[in-house]
Each structure stands twice: as C-alpha cells, then as structure tokens.
C-alpha cells in the first residue's frame, strides 16, 4: 500500500511517500504500526485530531477499513483558499 | 464548469472575462480572488503544497455540488501551487447564475469548502523563519452554514 | 473608492484587475458584475434612467457607509446608464478586505443598497413594447439583513 | 420650486421637470396641490404608495417640511443594480 504525507506531517516523518507492508484493518491500526516503528513517526501521528486522512484520494474516518485501499495519505487540515 | 490547477500565474481580469462572455442567460456574475496578504511586512513567500492526485477530484466535486445547489449557469475554479510572493494572486472562484442571491451564495460555499475540504496547506515564510498556517476553528465552523 | 456613473461600456476584468493591482495588505477580492438577462429571449435592450444630481452621492453615501462598517481596504462600483444591449455589463461592484467574510458581505451589502436606494430605473424593450421594471418586495425585504 | 420626474413618472406627467409656486408646507400638500391641477397628475399621483420622493437629492417621506427645499424629485421604487 502506497502511504503519503503531506505538510508538517511529510516534514516530520522525513519523506513524501512510501510502500508499506501492512496487516491493518483500519486507519487506526495502521497509525498503531507506524507509531511503533520510530520516534519520527511517533511526533508525526502523536495528536491524531491534528491529522486527516484521505484513502484512495477521498477523505475518509480514522476507523474506516482498509481492505483494497492501494493509496492512504496522512496530512493536517487543509488550508486552501 | 472550469476547474484548474496550476503553478502558474494567472490574471483574474482575463479569467473573469472570458467567464463572462457571450451570455445572455445570465444576470449575476460573482468573482473571488485570494491574494497572498502580508500581515506583517514581513513575508518573504507563501508555499502552497497540494495533494496532485486528489486535488482537481476535490475541487470538481464541491464545484459540481454548487452548481447543482444553486442552479447556476456556470462556475470557474483556478487554484495555484508552488511559492508564492505577497499580492500574488492564489486561487479565484467565479459563479454566474440568474440572480445575485444564487450567485453570491454559490460563491460563498464553494469559499468555506475549497477552504477546508480541498487538499492544500499554506507555508508562510517570514524573515523568523517557515511556518504551517494553521486551520481556524473558524473556517471548519463556517461548513455548518451549508 | 472609485465611484463611476457612466454610459459608456465598462472592461470588467479590466477593472478588476486595476482594482486589484499593487496590493499586498489584502487577502480578498470580491466582484458583482451585473448583466443583461434576456429571460425570454425576446429582449431587444434595457434602457436605464438615472437621477443625474443623485446618483454619484447616493452611490458614495452606500460605499462609504460599507467600507466604515467591514474595515474594507477599498471599494468601486461603476454603474451604467442608457440603453444596453442584453449580455452587456450593467454594473459593478468590488470590494478588497483582509478576509473573505468581510468582502463577501460589504459586496452582498452593495448590491442590496444599490438596487433599492440608488436612483435607477429600467425599462425593458422587448418585441411585446416596452415595460418599467417592477420593484420586487424581496429587494425592499433584502435590507432587513443589514 | 424645481419639480422633476422619473421613469413612469415622467412619461404620466409628460415632462422631466418643471417650476411650480406653490405654498404646500409638506410633500403631501404639494402632491394634493399637483393632483387637483390636470388628469395626468391625477393618474401620476394616485397611488402614493407606488411612489418615492427625493428633497434637494436625498431620499425623504412623504410628510417632510418642504421649507428652503429647491428640488423635489418624483419617483418609482429605484430598480438598480
């Protein structure tokens, strides 16, 4: 599955983008995983109500299923306009 | 419907224009233009990060969800990426329709959504440095008027 | 503030874009172009009577009254008289404003006041003869909001 | 007195403007005064609610003092805009 990050989020985590092998079931577990990894992504994913997520490019809910997602991006609010 | 993404600059006057031209079924035409403001005297650029593969789908589908909420004859969406410099145009929103009430109103929605549902992050840089723009709590509140 | 009464064709791009240029303390744009709606098809042209010794000072009175309440950074409305073609620009306003509620409203506001307190009248040519343009209530009603 | 018409007004009356000595004390006296003079003032002034009035070029009622008035302006409800 494809990953993406964007904003202080892409800053903190130290990449744009990546392939990540995973077993989760929702967003939630998947943000478990990645917490555990490293500290970069614990200071990314540490306040969760600071983040959106967006599957397969629609915004979507931190319980939402990731069965036959290809895309996740994590990011802040929006702020365009 | 016109929605585009760019980098580039683009000139509001042209773009109102050419929105403009040829009716007769129109009444009301309503432009918005943002520009890159500098609160403080201190702003050196404006970064505008995107989200390439969901940003025209998003801007699309608010637009889409416009139109069809306010029956009007046509509306135009431009928003730009990249770095850019104070007085810098940034995006515009362009409705036209029967009536001023549709158009004002459509033009006012399609605002508090590109706002906060279309993936865009402002970076401001200032001579103390880079900072995110945070979102208001104002502008996920102005959804609920819709 | 720019205040124009005029018969002649105005470039509303054009004077969105002058309106616009230059500027680094404003982060919103607002423009209302009104236009000759040919509802039936069978309109052959607006003709638009003024009160020539009123018009400028009601137009300024309104201008200046909404740039006091929305803190705008500037306003212009141009409004035209004579005869006008159906697709032909009638009027229009633009208000500049660091966020974009204020120009929204101060335009909204505009549009509200010069429809029922500026001294115009239309009279529409159609194939059918020739009709004043009937005052509706709910422009009369529209100024409660303000 | 400066007396101007607008609009239906003027095309009633059949004139954009004319002088009228007059010792109407209020808008409502001189419009009785204009009613009783012709038909056509009669068919211009008979509905007094479909009408506005302007003293020296603002907006005023129907009842206001024409006192050191110059110019009185009758017209439809404005359609601008």
Do not use: C
Not at chain 2, 7 to 24: I, K
Not at chain 2, 115 to 138: I, L, M
């Amino acid at each position: 599955m494809n990953v993406i990050y964007f904003a202080w989020v892409r800053e903190r985590i130290g990449i744009p983008q990546e392939k990540v092998e995973t077993q989760a079931t929702t967003v939630n577990d998947l943000i478990a995983e990645l917490r555990a990894r490293e500290e970069r992504y614990e200071a990314a994913f540490a306040d969760i109500t600071a983040l959106r997520v967006a599957l397969d490019q629609e915004l979507a809910d931190f319980d939402a299923p990731l069965e036959g997602v290809r895309e996740v991006a994590f990011f802040p609010p929006m702020t365009g306009g | 419907m016109l929605v585009r993404v760019q980098a580039d600059l683009f000139d509001a006057g042209a773009e109102l224009n050419s929105f403009s031209q040829g009716r007769t079924d129109v009444g009301a035409i309503v432009s918005f233009t943002g520009v890159v403001r500098d609160t403080d005297g201190n702003l050196q650029e404006m970064l505008i990060e995107h989200y390439p593969g969901m940003t025209s789908k998003a801007i699309t589908k608010i637009t889409e969800e416009a139109i069809a909420r306010w029956s009007l004859t046509d509306a135009l969406v431009i928003h730009r990426y990249g770095p850019l410099k104070p007085g810098a145009p940034i995006m515009m929103v362009a409705t036209a329709a029967a009536h001023r009430a549709a158009a004002f109103e459509a033009a006012d929605f399609l605002m508090d959504y590109l706002k906060s549902r279309a993936p865009f992050w402002k970076k401001e840089v200032t001579d103390q440095g880079a900072d995110w723009v945070a979102a208001k709590d104002a502008d996920e509140d102005a959804l609920k008027r819709w």
